[in-house]
C-alpha cells in the first residue's frame, strides 16, 4: 500500500513540555521503530506539522538585535523541514529501517486572495497565560487566540492549491524511497505569472497538505498522528468520548476547533469523500495500531 502519514508538530512536542532538541528526539526515537514497520512494508510518505517548532523559531528571530527585520514565516517553514527532516531520517535509519529515506524541501503553493490572511487560525509556539499572551501581543503585535487551558500565537493558514514538488516525490516512491515531503505544511509560496514563486508570511496546515498528498500521489491510507488518542465527541468536558469509526457524513469538520483538531477532521473528510480511500486520525504513541485500524478514530466513506 501506499501511505500518507501527518505527523502532527505537537506529537513532537506535547504541551507542557519544554522545546529542547532532547525532547522532541525522544518522542521521534519512541515512535521510528513502528515508522520504520511501516515504512519497510509499504511506500511510505511522512508529511510533518512544526507549529511549535517555527513559533518558537519566530520568536527567536523578532528577538535577534543583529537582524534588521525577523525572517518571514517562509523561511522559518524551509529551516523547521531541514530540523525535523534530519530528525525523521536519522530516527528510522536507527530504528532499522533498510529503505533509503530523503527530506524534500517542499514549496506549497497557496492563494494570495485566501481569505485566511485576513483571520489567522494557525496556531504556533508555546502556550502562555492569557494575560501573557495579550501582553506579547501589544508589543510585538501578535494575534493570539485561546488554546485549551492557555493561549497562544496564530499566523494565517491558507488553503493549499498545489503541491511543487509533487512529482520529484512520485518519482521518488517509485523507486523505492521513504519521501519526508511537505513538512510544516510546505514552504507558502504565491505564483505569479510566468511561474515565478515568492514566499509569503502564512503556515499552510499539514493536515490538508497531507490530503491533498495522498490524493495526488494516490495513496491508499491518510494517518494523521497528534498527542490524543481519538477525535473526541464533547472535548474537553467530563462527558467526552472517543470516536473510534465514523462515515463523513456523520463527521462535521466545523464542530471541532479551526486551530487543532478541525483541520485533521476536515482533511480526513476531504481525503475520504474525495477519493474512498481511508483516513485515521490517533496518537503517535499508537502508530502502528492507528495504521492497521485498531486505534484512533477510522475513517471512512459510509
Same mark, same amino acid.
Given at each position: ?9 505537537? @506529537? ?19 515512535? =521510528? ?12 510518505v511522512l ?6 517548532q517555527v513559533g ?14 525577523? &525572517? ?5 517553514? @524551509? ?6 527532516? &534530519? ?30 490572511? *485576513? ?62 515531503? @511537505? ?24 493536515? &490538508?497538505?497531507?490530503?491533498?498528498? *495522498?490524493?495526488?500521489?494516490? *495513496? ?8 490524543? @488518542? ?23 469538520? *466545523? ?23 481511508? =483516513? =485515521? ?22
Amino acid at each position: 500500500m501506499r501511505i500518507v502519514v501527518g505527523l502532527g508538530g505537537n @506529537a513532537l512536542l506535547p504541551r507542557g513540555e519544554a522545546p529542547d532538541a532532547a525532547v522532541q528526539l525522544a518522542h521521534v526515537a519512541r515512535a =521510528a521503530p513502528a515508522l520504520a514497520r511501516v515504512a519497510e512494508d509499504h511506500e511510505l510518505v511522512l508529511v510533518h506539522g512544526n507549529g511549535p517548532q517555527v513559533g518558537m523559531l519566530a520568536l527567536e528571530s523578532a528577538g535577534d538585535p543583529a537582524l534588521s527585520r525577523p &525572517y518571514a514565516f517562509s523561511e522559518l517553514v @524551509a529551516e523547521t523541514q531541514g530540523l525535523i527532516g &534530519y530528525w525523521l531520517q536519522q530516527a528510522l535509519g536507527n530504528a532499522g529501517l533498510t529503505r533509503p529515506v530523503v527530506t524534500l524541501v517542499t514549496q506549497t503553493v497557496v492563494d494570495p486572495e485566501d481569505p485566511a490572511f *485576513a483571520d489567522p487560525t494557525k496556531l504556533v509556539g508555546a502556550v502562555y497565560p492569557e494575560a501573557d499572551a495579550r501582553r506579547l501581543a501589544a508589543t510585538k503585535g501578535w494575534a493570539v487566540r485561546p488554546d485549551g487551558d492557555g493561549w497562544r500565537r496564530v499566523v494565517p493558514s491558507p488553503r493549499p492549491t498545489r503541491i511543487v514538488e509533487i512529482e520529484t516525490a512520485r518519482t521518488l516512491l517509485q523507486h523505492g524511497t521513504t519521501v519526508v515531503l @511537505a513538512g510544516g505544511g510546505g514552504v507558502p509560496v504565491v505564483e505569479s505569472v510566468p511561474t515565478t514563486l515568492t514566499g509569503v508570511d502564512a503556515v499552510v496546515d499539514k493536515d &490538508y497538505v497531507a490530503a491533498m498528498v *495522498a490524493a495526488r500521489l494516490g *495513496a491508499d491510507a491518510l494517518v494523521l498522528l497528534t498527542d490524543v @488518542a481519538a477525535v473526541m465527541t464533547d472535548h474537553g468536558t467530563p462527558q467526552q468520548r472517543p470516536i473510534r469509526h465514523v462515515g463523513v457524513r456523520n463527521l462535521d469538520p *466545523a464542530v471541532f476547533a479551526a486551530g487543532s483538531m478541525g483541520p485533521k477532521v476536515g482533511a480526513a473528510v476531504q481525503f475520504v469523500t474525495g477519493t474512498g480511500g481511508r =483516513a =485515521a486520525i490517533g496518537s503517535l504513541d499508537e502508530v502502528a495500531d492507528v495504521v492497521a485500524g485498531s486505534a484512533g478514530t477510522q475513517v471512512s466513506r459510509d
